[in-house]
């Protein structure tokens, strides 16, 4: 009883000096902030940041949850919004905009964003409707040691990857050298999307929803990524982003194009076997086709603001997030992501994104009808990737796929 | 019992009824029957922080407002989901009939189609499932009577965690199990001597293993309605079948088996309903690659970035008409037996 008592009362302190140094983020008047983001590390620091601003007048609440963008449209759409805040990428900011349930922030940018840098606002038909404060990218992560080995250079294209994994494999130094995330579903769908992006392309006709992957860079990207599996793990068609972070931790395979999301926790000196973490580079994506665009897209993580809420909350809302995006929180957690803010100085973990972005890769995609591609994706390149079906009837599937959906969503 | 008195004792129920399960089965109906309106687009500037300022389409939402005012419900469609690619097919299934390669041509290509190949998969489920469940149900039941009184309560415990342990997490147990590094999948290699032999890779052995597990969570329930009925068996029949030299399987064969009859059909009927329902051992196998069902394709609708309402009403509908099919020739039964017993 004493001790818990000693515990109480210690854990009270600390609360009050925390609170103490970090009370007062200048949030004017009340209000009350209760944010909805995706779960992940980056998202919760930038959450419990936000929080700090609770006062007598503000209450602050955060929700980091992977379902968010199940919660997020229903969540916004009633009146008085349950979220007042919604963190988004640049897909799930589109069925925000979609049903309107997002409020323009310039007022909010000029009277409170003062340590806003131009780049962070993601500006629609000249209205700021979101503010992004951290970047990401799926890049390449290779194993030196086994590269060397093997008397490869550093591969730059998926074309330089299928040659050293045919390399590592015949000279019997890895049996899977290489790993991707192709589970069926989101994972799949992204991995065709980086790699039609790194073609050039347009995935649509310009001005509709007519979609126009039905052509030889189609057909490059899926024969590239079926080329690909002759050198991953059988079970590669049940490989998410974590399942291949664990094979590559596991020191089981030696490239795998991963998030750079991933990296910090990669090359931690946490869960990975001997030789892996001091033998890992992390490079620019590769490109594919003998293309100049790396084969991935990037992505931004932002705030938007919830229309449906009063203007009070909705000001309370901005200020908390500016405090929670602060260039004093990112100088204390570098490493935590690749960070968009003012002061940002990249960690090791950063190198690979950043590379990413200075050679050139593609934004996702923001068009309101990518949605509907991505999920006809995810579950008609199923069979191709298995093996089963070639790849001009997989895209002529896609395209039936997309077709009724986007009818069905009042597109075509 | 007065029929105003039986009205008032199942009022509180049908009224919950009539709120909780039909007035939503209403309600997917119509949502099935409409699609989104069309999308009003404009073409705007779009600034980020990669790659600057782009013209990109975005919908009007100012225009699409008063359309959706006007309709909330959305543009009415009709049977036109239920007929689209994704569900029925029908133009897609006469294309296919009207020119092909042959019979084994017509199968892949219908197999191609995502309902159908769902649907196959569900079939497959409900008739390999249900009869091994409840076949294994009624031998374990059988053995679990013939134990000592003392251990009795323990087996019957352990009996019964198939059922016990969410659906998901017992899926996700046998998968970790069966993975090339977990104790089933690492002794399967061993035992066929083939290092590259995966349960996950090929579609007849992902199908094996999902069937595996659906007969293993499934069992329970035909061992405990089984068990119970077991307990109702006369004993003076059995007695008497004995003094007639009976054996042990002659007794099980014409005294237990009659017996139990009526109780196999409910299970049955039951067992059936739910192995329709197929769900959660595909997304626990991470099975989307090899096998879907209809359950699958609701969830696969509305989850990811962009939902689709009228087409998951629309499969949900389908999957009510699948569960009526299947059960209609149980039903029929029922009922004849209700009738002969009145008579």
């Known amino acids: 009883m004493k001790l818990m008592l000693k515990t109480t009362v210690s854990l009270g302190v600390l609360c009050l000096t925390a609170g103490a140094a970090f009370a007062d983020c200048g949030i004017e008047g009340a209000g009350s902030v209760r944010i909805l983001s995706n779960d992940f590390e980056a998202l919760r620091l930038v959450n419990t940041t936000a929080e700090e601003c609770a006062t007598d007048g503000v209450t602050v609440t955060a929700n980091a949850n992977a379902e968010h963008k199940n919660l997020q449209v229903p969540a916004l759409s009633i009146n008085p919004a349950e979220y007042t805040v919604a963190v988004v990428a640049n897909n799930s900011i589109v069925p925000l905009l979609n049903d309107d349930l997002i409020r323009p922030l310039d007022d909010l940018v000029a009277k409170y964003g003062a340590s806003l840098q131009p780049n962070q606002l993601i500006k629609i038909d000249g209205k700021t409707m979101a503010v992004a404060f951290m970047g990401n990218a799926q890049h390449l992560f290779y194993r030196k040691d086994i590269l060397d080995q093997a008397g490869l250079a550093e591969p730059k294209s998926y074309e330089d990857i299928l040659a050293a994994a045919k390399a590592i494999k015949d000279a019997g130094i890895m049996e899977y050298p290489v790993a991707a995330s192709v589970k069926p579903g989101w994972d799949l769908a992204a991995e065709f999307v980086n790699a039609y992006l790194g073609t050039g392309a347009e995935f649509f006709a310009p001005g509709s929803a007519e979609l126009a992957i039905d052509n030889e860079n189609g057909l490059k990207v899926l024969e590239t990524m079926r080329a690909l599996t002759a050198y991953m793990d059988p079970d590669y068609l049940t490989f998410d982003a974590n399942s291949i972070k664990a094979e590559y931790e596991a020191g089981n395979t030696a490239m795998m194009v991963e998030w750079g999301s991933l990296a910090g926790a990669t090359i931690d000196d946490e869960g990975a076997a001997e030789g892996v973490v001091e033998n890992t580079v992390l490079a620019a994506a590769p490109t594919i086709g003998g293309g100049s665009i790396p084969a991935v897209a990037l992505w931004w993580d932002g705030f938007t603001i919830a229309k449906n809420i009063s203007d009070e909350d909705a000001a309370a809302s901005f200020q908390a997030m500016v405090h929670g995006i602060s260039p004093e929180m990112v100088a204390a957690n570098p490493a935590v992501a690749t960070w968009l803010v003012a002061g940002y100085e990249p960690g090791p973990a950063a190198v690979g994104v950043i590379a990413t972005a200075n050679a050139g890769a593609r934004a996702y995609p923001m068009q309101p009808y990518m949605g509907l591609l991505h999920t006809a994706l995810s579950s008609e390149l199923a069979e191709f990737m298995a093996g089963t079906e070639d790849a001009a009837q997989a895209l002529a599937d896609v395209k039936a796929a997309y077709d009724t959906a986007a009818k069905e969503g009042g597109y075509l | ?343």
């Open chain 2, 1 to 343: 019992m007065p029929h105003k008195t039986f009205f008032a004792f199942i009022l509180p129920s049908l009224i919950a009824m009539v709120l909780f399960i039909a007035l939503p089965i209403v309600s997917v109906v119509v949502q099935s029957l409409h699609v989104e309106h069309p999308r009003v687009l404009v073409e705007v500037e779009n600034c980020q922080p990669f790659g600057g300022c782009t013209k990109e389409v975005r919908v009007d939402t100012a225009a699409m407002q008063q359309l959706e005012q006007e309709q909330p419900m959305g543009q009415f469609n009709g049977l036109g989901t239920y007929l689209n690619r994704g569900h029925l097919a029908v133009n897609e299934i006469g294309a296919i009939l009207s020119s092909n390669a042959g019979f084994g041509d017509v199968v892949s290509r219908i197999y191609n189609l995502p309902f159908y190949k769902a649907l196959s998969f569900t079939l497959v489920f409900c008739f390999v499932v249900t009869p091994l469940a409840m076949a294994l149900g009624f031998v374990i039941a059988l053995a679990v009577n013939a134990v000592p009184k003392a251990i009795k309560g323990p087996v019957i415990f352990f009996s019964l965690l198939p059922m016990i342990i969410t659906p998901l997490v017992g899926s996700l147990i046998l998968y970790w199990m069966i993975q090339s590094n977990g104790i089933i999948g690492a002794s399967l290699q061993n035992l066929f001597n083939d290092p590259t032999l995966s349960l996950r890779a090929s579609p007849v052995l992902t199908w094996a293993s999902l069937l595996f597990y659906g007969v293993w969570s499934n069992a329970p329930f035909s061992f405990v309605v089984f068990y119970a009925g077991l307990q109702t068996v006369p004993g003076d029949t059995l007695e008497s079948a004995m003094i007639d030299g009976a054996s042990r399987w002659e007794r099980i064969r014409y005294v237990i088996i009659p017996h139990l009859m009526p109780l196999a059909t409910f299970v049955a009927l039951v067992q059936l309903m739910d192995n329709f329902r197929v769900f959660e051992p595909i997304v626990g196998f991470s099975a989307e690659a090899n096998a879907t069902s209809l359950s699958w394709m609701i969830f696969n609708d509305l989850s990811g970035d962009a939902q689709l309402f009228g087409s998951a009403g629309a499969t949900s509908v389908l999957t009510i008409i699948g569960v009526i099919i299947l059960l209609t020739p149980v039903l029929i039964r029922t009922w004849r037996e209700f009738n002969h017993k009145v008579v």
